[in-house]
């Protein structure tokens, strides 16, 4: 009896575990809270809270720990906990330790995209993950009539160099085949469809360390400076070049800038920490942030000119009023520099790349929509498309496209040295992407394959026109040798119709003699015919008349032997 009790009660105990797992159910008391007791409690206890983070019970381990949350129902990628137990992030969970066995990751994964179940009688946890819409507002911001292209720019470079270094800087228009390569003092104008270099702005300033078109298409903006000693930002009018205003008197080179949607505004951040915002109608100081605790990376204004975005070489990011600059949001997540930050075209969508190798999402309220594992190593830039999609350059070299969501389109291969920046082309076909090695090119986004490449430190004019003139006479010489070839081919072409023209008489005779040998064979064959049944006609008749000769020459014989025999016997008789 005691067996029997002792046997019901153990089913009692395991037939709500079963129920779950028949019914595809991970709960934490019975999956995943023995593999934290194996692998974290030692460290993450009540007791003894490492980083105030608690995982020996499902409430410490909901609450999170010193960082804030740590998971997010439904979404494994976006939880920190699977960040770290996975070790795409610092610190690594175990520390000192291989990752856990792919099987028990495997039953976190589970359990978070399953929506965190405490046990077999919960029911999941909703996810607070904003959802992604897509992209509806691609035109917004496009400029009336035909957008603008570089009409009257200069085609001498500033300087040239046997060498071309690290080229981290490169824009395109959102409505033109237009792209904007950085290289010392100058920007170069590429047409994207043809490759053909536009023009040159020159960038008397220093080293030009960012160039981003305005939503229009109409200006575009070049900041940058000399290190620890000046830094500014200035608006070139894309059709003719000319330098319309300078904003900014860092004391230290500009690394981060873009200008309002609206063009009334221009931010700049550097190495001071600072993020100066000004008026680009009389060049005053509109605002100043003094929030970040590191040098500012990145800004970056949303196209519908409501907010403005800032991030630094601490992993911080923070989300502003853009007329004010009011604090509106601060987005925590990357833990090391954030390196590049860009809006979709409406503004539903923030996207940051940090060296963590992260690129996160984030919708305009300041809440993280996602955060993609992009390159190992480190994200070096970020940017969007006009549909929606966006490119990625890394330190690994390569350069990858990626749907709103986040999702993997293609990798579009590697960069001879570290893919610093890309840029999709307005129509969203090509990316232009740079590298370390100062190698700028063009790549099919469809075919993953390189179609073109531009030159970021193009030769002095002189040498452009001495190569040219050296190209003009190879081209010349491969004319003239194609012109003898053909010269030759049209001989041998000649001689050959001569050769069939004498070949199709030749036939023609043959053809002629065979006819009328043809015709005399018909006429043979027709006189042998007739010969046949003339020789038929005459031979009956000779045939019948030697029988009558035979048969006369018969009775002849007969007839002489009859007359001999008479004689014989009348002689006979006689005597």
Same mark, same amino acid.
């Given at each position: 009896?005691?067996?029997?009790?002792?046997?019901?009660? &153990?089913?009692?105990?395991?037939?709500?575990?079963?129920?779950?797992?028949?019914?595809?159910?991970?709960?934490?008391?019975?999956?995943?809270?023995?593999?934290?007791?194996?692998?974290?409690?030692?460290?993450?206890?009540?007791?003894?809270?490492?980083?105030?983070?608690?995982?020996?019970?499902?409430?410490?381990?909901?609450?999170?720990?010193?960082?804030?949350?740590?998971?997010?129902?439904?979404? #494994?990628?976006?939880?920190?906990?699977?960040?770290?137990?996975?070790?795409?992030?610092?610190?690594?969970?175990?520390?000192?330790?291989?990752? &856990? #066995?792919?099987?028990?990751?495997?039953?976190?994964?589970?359990?978070?995209?399953?929506?965190?179940?405490?046990?077999?009688?919960?029911? #999941?946890?909703?996810?607070?993950?904003?959802?992604?819409?897509?992209?509806?507002?691609?035109?917004?911001?496009?400029?009336?009539?035909?957008?603008?292209?570089?009409?009257?720019?200069?085609?001498?470079?500033? &300087?040239?160099?046997?060498?071309?270094?690290?080229?981290?800087?490169?824009?395109?228009?959102?409505?033109?085949?237009?792209?904007?390569?950085?290289?010392?003092?100058?920007?170069?104008?590429?047409?994207?469809?043809?490759?053909?270099?536009?023009?040159?702005?020159?960038?008397?300033?220093?080293?030009?360390?960012?160039?981003?078109?305005?939503?229009?298409?109409?200006?575009?903006?070049?900041?940058?400076?000399?290190?620890?000693?000046?830094?500014?930002?200035?608006?070139?009018?894309?059709? !003719?070049?000319?330098?319309?205003?300078?904003?900014?008197?860092?004391?230290?080179?500009?690394?981060?800038?873009?200008?309002? #949607?609206?063009?009334? &505004?221009?931010?700049?951040?550097?190495?001071?920490?600072?993020?100066?915002?000004?008026?680009?109608?009389?060049?005053?100081?509109?605002?100043?942030?003094?929030?970040?605790?590191?040098?500012?990376?990145?800004?970056?204004?949303?196209?519908?000119?409501?907010?403005?975005?800032?991030?630094?070489?601490?992993?911080?990011?923070?989300?502003?009023?853009?007329?004010?600059?009011?604090?509106?949001?601060?987005?925590?997540?990357? =833990?090391?520099?954030?390196?590049?930050?860009?809006?979709?075209?409406?503004?539903?969508?923030?996207?940051?790349?940090?060296?963590?190798?992260?690129?996160?999402?984030?919708?305009?309220?300041?809440?993280?929509? =996602?955060?993609?594992?992009?390159?190992?190593?480190?994200?070096?830039?970020?940017?969007?498309?006009?549909?929606?999609?966006?490119?990625?350059?890394?330190?690994?070299?390569?350069?990858? !496209?990626?749907?709103?969501?986040?999702?993997?389109?293609?990798?579009?291969?590697?960069?001879?040295?570290?893919?610093?920046?890309?840029?999709?082309?307005?129509?969203?076909?090509?990316?232009?992407?740079?590298?370390?090695?100062?190698?700028?090119?063009?790549?099919?986004?469809?075919?993953?394959?390189?179609?073109?490449?531009?030159?970021?430190?193009?030769?002095?004019?002189?040498?452009?026109?001495?190569?040219?003139?050296?190209?003009?006479?190879?081209?010349?010489?491969?004319?003239?040798?194609?012109?003898?070839?053909?010269?030759?081919?049209?001989?041998?072409?000649?001689?050959?119709?001569?050769?069939?023209?004498?070949?199709?008489?030749?036939?023609?005779?043959?053809?002629?003699?065979?006819?009328?040998?043809?015709?005399?064979?018909?006429?043979?064959?027709?006189?042998?015919?007739?010969?046949?049944?003339?020789?038929?006609?005459?031979?009956?008749?000779?045939?019948?008349?030697?029988?009558?000769?035979?048969?006369?020459?018969?009775?002849?014989?007969?007839?002489?032997?009859?007359?001999?025999?008479?004689?014989?016997?009348?002689?006979?008789?006689?005597?």
């Amino acid at each position: 009896m005691s067996q029997r009790i002792s046997i019901f009660v &153990l089913l009692a105990l395991v037939m709500p575990l079963s129920i779950a797992r028949s019914a595809g159910k991970l709960t934490f008391e019975a999956d995943v809270k023995p593999i934290l007791r194996e692998h974290c409690f030692a460290c993450h206890n009540q007791d003894d809270a490492e980083s105030s983070l608690a995982l020996d019970s499902f409430e410490g381990l909901m609450t999170g720990g010193a960082s804030g949350e740590v998971l997010v129902a439904g979404d #494994p990628e976006g939880s920190r906990l699977w960040k770290l137990v996975t070790h795409q992030e610092e610190p690594k969970m175990p520390p000192d330790s291989d990752k &856990l #066995p792919e099987n028990q990751l495997q039953v976190l994964r589970g359990w978070i995209k399953g929506g965190l179940l405490k046990d077999a009688d919960s029911k #999941p946890i909703k996810s607070k993950k904003p959802a992604i819409a897509k992209i509806d507002a691609a035109n917004l911001g496009k400029p009336i009539g035909e957008p603008a292209m570089p009409e009257q720019l200069f085609h001498e470079p500033v &300087l040239w160099t046997q060498k071309t270094g690290p080229v981290d800087a490169l824009a395109t228009s959102a409505w033109a085949p237009l792209a904007a390569v950085a290289w010392q003092r100058q920007i170069s104008f590429y047409d994207t469809n043809t490759y053909q270099l536009l023009g040159i702005i020159p960038y008397v300033d220093g080293v030009p360390r960012v160039v981003r078109f305005s939503r229009d298409g109409g200006l575009v903006l070049v900041a940058g400076g000399r290190h620890a000693a000046a830094g500014s930002a200035t608006l070139f009018d894309v059709k !003719t070049g000319a330098r319309l205003i300078t904003l900014g008197d860092e004391l230290d080179i500009v690394l981060a800038a873009d200008i309002s #949607p609206d063009l009334s &505004l221009v931010a700049i951040g550097g190495p001071k920490k600072k993020v100066r915002v000004y008026r680009v109608a009389d060049g005053t100081l509109a605002y100043q942030i003094n929030k970040h605790t590191n040098w500012v990376t990145a800004v970056g204004f949303s196209p519908d000119g409501k907010l403005l975005a800032t991030a630094d070489r601490n992993g911080g990011a923070l989300l502003w009023q853009a007329a004010a600059g009011h604090e509106r949001g601060d987005l925590r997540g990357h =833990k090391v520099a954030i390196t590049s930050l860009d809006w979709r075209a409406d503004s539903a969508i923030l996207a940051t790349a940090s060296e963590d190798g992260t690129v996160r999402l984030w919708n305009p309220a300041g809440q993280q929509i =996602k955060s993609i594992a992009a390159h190992p190593g480190g994200v070096l830039s970020v940017r969007f498309s006009q549909a929606g999609d966006w490119v990625s350059t890394g330190r690994d070299h390569h350069v990858k !496209t990626w749907k709103s969501d986040g999702a993997a389109i293609a990798d579009l291969g590697k960069m001879p040295g570290i893919a610093l920046a890309a840029a999709f082309s307005h129509d969203g076909i090509k990316v232009i992407a740079s590298d370390f090695t100062g190698e700028v090119r063009v790549l099919d986004v469809a075919s993953k394959k390189q179609v073109a490449t531009l030159q970021a430190n193009p030769p002095l004019l002189a040498k452009r026109l001495a190569d040219a003139e050296k190209t003009l006479q190879q081209n010349q010489q491969k004319l003239q040798t194609t012109k003898t070839n053909e010269a030759t081919q049209l001989a041998a072409l000649n001689q050959g119709k001569a050769a069939h023209t004498a070949y199709q008489d030749k036939l023609a005779k043959t053809q002629a003699a065979l006819a009328a040998a043809k015709k005399q064979h018909q006429d043979l064959t027709s006189t042998l015919a007739a010969q046949q049944q003339n020789l038929t006609a005459v031979r009956q008749p000779a045939e019948q008349a030697a029988a009558l000769l035979a048969e006369a020459s018969k009775l002849l014989k007969q007839a002489q032997a009859e007359s001999t025999e008479e004689t014989e016997t009348k002689q006979l008789a006689e005597l």
